[in-house]
Protein backbone atom coordinates (compact mmCIF):
# COMPACT_ATOMS: atom_id res chain seq x y z
CA UNK A 1 0.00 0.00 0.00
CA UNK A 2 1.22 3.34 -0.85
CA UNK A 3 0.31 6.83 1.39
CA UNK A 4 0.15 10.06 -0.47
CA UNK A 5 1.00 12.71 1.81
CA UNK A 6 -1.50 15.21 2.18
CA UNK A 7 -1.37 17.20 5.53
CA UNK A 8 -4.46 18.69 5.39
CA UNK A 9 -6.03 15.60 5.46
CA UNK A 10 -4.49 15.16 8.87
CA UNK A 11 -5.73 18.27 9.97
CA UNK A 12 -9.36 17.65 9.10
CA UNK A 13 -10.01 13.59 8.64
CA UNK A 14 -7.23 12.52 11.25
CA UNK A 15 -8.65 9.30 12.21
CA UNK A 16 -8.97 7.83 8.40
CA UNK A 17 -5.26 9.13 7.19
CA UNK A 18 -3.48 7.83 10.58
CA UNK A 19 -4.88 4.61 9.30
CA UNK A 20 -3.80 4.65 6.11
CA UNK A 21 -0.26 5.44 7.35
CA UNK A 22 -0.15 2.90 9.72
CA UNK A 23 -0.62 0.38 6.77
CA UNK A 24 1.41 1.81 4.01
CA UNK A 25 4.57 -0.05 2.95
CA UNK A 26 5.64 3.34 0.58
CA UNK A 27 5.17 7.01 1.19
CA UNK A 28 5.27 9.40 -1.72
CA UNK A 29 5.58 12.93 -1.96
CA UNK A 30 7.42 13.06 1.52
CA UNK A 31 10.66 14.99 0.20
CA UNK A 32 8.32 17.12 -2.16
CA UNK A 33 6.70 18.13 0.43
CA UNK A 34 9.70 18.71 3.36
CA UNK A 35 10.69 21.23 0.09
CA UNK A 36 7.92 23.63 0.24
CA UNK A 37 7.37 23.52 3.99
CA UNK A 38 11.13 24.60 4.25
CA UNK A 39 10.45 27.28 1.89
CA UNK A 40 6.93 28.31 3.35
CA UNK A 41 8.97 29.04 6.90
CA UNK A 42 11.56 31.25 4.71
CA UNK A 43 9.07 33.16 2.50
CA UNK A 44 7.27 33.95 6.53
CA UNK A 45 10.54 34.58 8.14
CA UNK A 46 11.45 37.05 5.43
CA UNK A 47 8.31 38.56 5.56
CA UNK A 48 8.63 39.33 9.50
CA UNK A 49 12.25 40.92 8.45
CA UNK A 50 11.27 43.02 5.98
CA UNK A 51 8.19 44.26 8.10
CA UNK A 52 11.19 45.06 10.58
CA UNK A 53 9.92 42.43 12.92
CA UNK A 54 12.59 41.96 15.70
CA UNK A 55 14.91 44.80 14.51
CA UNK A 56 14.07 46.73 17.70
CA UNK A 57 17.75 46.96 18.68
CA UNK A 58 18.94 47.78 15.52
CA UNK A 59 16.16 50.67 14.92
CA UNK A 60 17.31 52.04 18.32
CA UNK A 61 20.58 52.47 17.65
CA UNK A 62 20.24 53.91 13.77
CA UNK A 63 20.86 57.38 14.78
CA UNK A 64 24.57 56.45 15.67
CA UNK A 65 25.33 54.39 12.39
CA UNK A 66 26.55 55.75 9.02
CA UNK A 67 23.98 54.65 6.24
CA UNK A 68 26.32 51.92 4.92
CA UNK A 69 26.67 50.42 8.48
CA UNK A 70 22.91 50.58 9.39
CA UNK A 71 21.79 49.13 5.52
CA UNK A 72 24.98 46.48 5.99
CA UNK A 73 23.24 45.42 9.85
CA UNK A 74 20.11 45.10 8.23
CA UNK A 75 21.33 42.90 5.53
CA UNK A 76 22.90 40.84 8.02
CA UNK A 77 19.95 40.52 9.88
CA UNK A 78 17.96 39.64 6.77
CA UNK A 79 20.62 37.05 5.93
CA UNK A 80 20.25 35.63 9.49
CA UNK A 81 16.30 35.20 9.31
CA UNK A 82 16.76 33.13 5.83
CA UNK A 83 19.38 30.96 8.05
CA UNK A 84 16.94 31.01 10.83
CA UNK A 85 14.27 29.66 9.49
CA UNK A 86 15.69 26.57 7.17
CA UNK A 87 17.34 25.32 10.53
CA UNK A 88 14.49 26.09 11.95
CA UNK A 89 12.24 24.00 9.48
CA UNK A 90 14.72 21.20 9.47
CA UNK A 91 15.29 20.85 12.64
CA UNK A 92 11.38 20.59 13.51
CA UNK A 93 10.89 17.95 10.74
CA UNK A 94 13.78 16.17 11.10
CA UNK A 95 15.26 16.25 14.90
CA UNK A 96 11.88 15.30 17.07
CA UNK A 97 11.76 12.26 14.18
CA UNK A 98 14.49 10.84 14.75
CA UNK A 99 14.29 10.83 18.95
CA UNK A 100 11.16 9.16 18.35
CA UNK A 101 12.19 7.02 16.22
CA UNK A 102 14.87 5.80 18.93
CA UNK A 103 12.43 5.75 21.22
CA UNK A 104 9.40 4.08 19.45
CA UNK A 105 10.68 2.27 16.43
CA UNK A 106 8.44 3.81 14.05
CA UNK A 107 9.28 4.34 10.75
CA UNK A 108 11.62 7.25 10.28
CA UNK A 109 9.16 8.41 7.19
CA UNK A 110 6.10 7.94 9.10
CA UNK A 111 7.41 9.89 12.29
CA UNK A 112 8.59 13.09 9.51
CA UNK A 113 4.63 13.08 8.51
CA UNK A 114 3.72 13.71 11.79
CA UNK A 115 6.56 16.31 11.93
CA UNK A 116 5.58 18.28 9.30
CA UNK A 117 2.04 18.86 10.50
CA UNK A 118 3.68 20.05 12.97
CA UNK A 119 5.64 22.48 11.56
CA UNK A 120 2.45 23.65 9.82
CA UNK A 121 1.11 24.24 12.99
CA UNK A 122 4.28 26.47 14.31
CA UNK A 123 4.53 28.09 11.09
CA UNK A 124 0.21 29.05 11.16
CA UNK A 125 1.19 30.51 14.85
CA UNK A 126 4.38 32.63 13.70
CA UNK A 127 1.61 34.20 10.77
CA UNK A 128 -0.42 35.10 14.36
CA UNK A 129 2.20 37.04 15.38
CA UNK A 130 2.23 39.53 12.52
CA UNK A 131 -0.83 41.41 13.60
CA UNK A 132 -0.32 40.46 17.16
CA UNK A 133 3.09 42.90 17.05
CA UNK A 134 2.13 45.29 14.03
CA UNK A 135 -1.61 45.92 15.77
CA UNK A 136 -1.43 45.64 19.23
CA UNK A 137 2.40 45.73 19.40
CA UNK A 138 2.76 41.99 21.57
CA UNK A 139 6.10 40.33 20.52
CA UNK A 140 5.69 36.43 20.27
CA UNK A 141 7.16 35.96 23.85
CA UNK A 142 4.07 37.99 25.48
CA UNK A 143 1.12 36.79 23.08
CA UNK A 144 -2.34 36.21 25.04
CA UNK A 145 -2.21 33.10 23.39
CA UNK A 146 1.06 32.17 25.70
CA UNK A 147 1.64 31.60 29.21
CA UNK A 148 4.03 34.60 28.76
CA UNK A 149 1.92 37.30 29.56
CA UNK A 150 1.46 36.01 32.50
CA UNK A 151 4.81 35.36 33.46
CA UNK A 152 5.55 39.28 32.60
CA UNK A 153 3.38 40.13 35.09
CA UNK A 154 5.37 38.03 37.59
CA UNK A 155 8.92 38.43 36.68
CA UNK A 156 11.48 40.27 34.62
CA UNK A 157 13.53 37.85 33.80
CA UNK A 158 13.95 37.66 30.03
CA UNK A 159 14.78 33.85 29.92
CA UNK A 160 11.61 33.02 32.17
CA UNK A 161 9.46 34.79 29.93
CA UNK A 162 10.47 33.30 26.62
CA UNK A 163 10.30 29.55 28.00
CA UNK A 164 7.06 30.53 29.34
CA UNK A 165 6.33 32.24 25.63
CA UNK A 166 7.12 28.88 24.13
CA UNK A 167 3.99 27.31 25.80
CA UNK A 168 1.46 28.23 23.76
CA UNK A 169 -2.16 26.94 22.56
CA UNK A 170 -0.59 26.22 19.66
CA UNK A 171 1.94 23.72 21.26
CA UNK A 172 -0.63 22.34 23.50
CA UNK A 173 -2.57 21.12 20.19
CA UNK A 174 0.55 19.66 18.66
CA UNK A 175 1.15 17.89 21.92
CA UNK A 176 -2.56 16.50 21.76
CA UNK A 177 -1.75 15.34 18.03
CA UNK A 178 1.81 13.62 18.74
CA UNK A 179 -0.14 11.50 21.08
CA UNK A 180 -2.55 10.73 19.47
CA UNK A 181 -0.54 9.60 16.18
CA UNK A 182 1.86 8.24 18.29
CA UNK A 183 -0.48 5.79 20.24
CA UNK A 184 -2.00 4.68 16.99
CA UNK A 185 1.03 2.81 16.03
CA UNK A 186 1.98 2.13 20.05
CA UNK A 187 0.72 -0.70 21.68
CA UNK A 188 0.83 1.21 25.18
CA UNK A 189 -0.44 3.51 27.41
CA UNK A 190 -1.42 7.25 26.42
CA UNK A 191 -0.26 8.41 29.49
CA UNK A 192 3.15 6.69 29.08
CA UNK A 193 3.29 8.67 25.38
CA UNK A 194 2.25 11.85 26.66
CA UNK A 195 4.74 11.85 29.57
CA UNK A 196 7.53 11.33 26.92
CA UNK A 197 5.99 13.70 24.33
CA UNK A 198 5.68 16.74 27.48
CA UNK A 199 9.39 16.22 28.43
CA UNK A 200 10.36 16.18 24.83
CA UNK A 201 8.43 19.70 24.28
CA UNK A 202 10.18 20.54 27.83
CA UNK A 203 13.55 20.44 26.05
CA UNK A 204 12.47 22.42 23.16
CA UNK A 205 10.54 25.21 25.29
CA UNK A 206 14.34 25.32 27.09
CA UNK A 207 15.91 25.64 23.88
CA UNK A 208 13.44 28.10 22.50
CA UNK A 209 14.41 30.29 25.48
CA UNK A 210 17.93 30.25 24.72
CA UNK A 211 17.68 30.58 21.21
CA UNK A 212 15.52 33.90 21.88
CA UNK A 213 17.93 35.17 24.66
CA UNK A 214 20.99 34.49 22.49
CA UNK A 215 19.27 35.97 19.66
CA UNK A 216 19.31 39.58 21.62
CA UNK A 217 22.72 38.99 23.13
CA UNK A 218 24.12 38.57 19.29
CA UNK A 219 22.44 41.16 18.13
CA UNK A 220 23.96 43.96 21.07
CA UNK A 221 27.34 42.35 20.21
CA UNK A 222 26.80 43.49 16.66
CA UNK A 223 25.00 46.71 17.23
CA UNK A 224 25.33 47.71 21.17
Known amino acids: MTYRVHLYRLLFSMEDDLFRIKKAERVQQLWKVSVVLVLAA ?18 GIAVTLSDTAYETGKLWFVLGRVLYAI ?9 PSL ?4 LTGIPYQKLIIMQQVVLVVMLMERLLWIPLVIFA ?3 WQVSPLSLGIIASYITEMPWVIYFFGAITLFQLWIIWFQVKYLAAFLE ?4 VIAIN ?3 LHL ?14 YILSRWFG
Do not use: Q
Open 197 to 199: VIL
Open 137 to 139: GLN
Open 99 to 102: LFYL
Open 87 to 95: LFAAFILFF
Open 42 to 59: IAIYLWMAFLGLGTERIS
Open 203 to 216: IGWCLTALTAFGDI
Open 188 to 191: MKKI
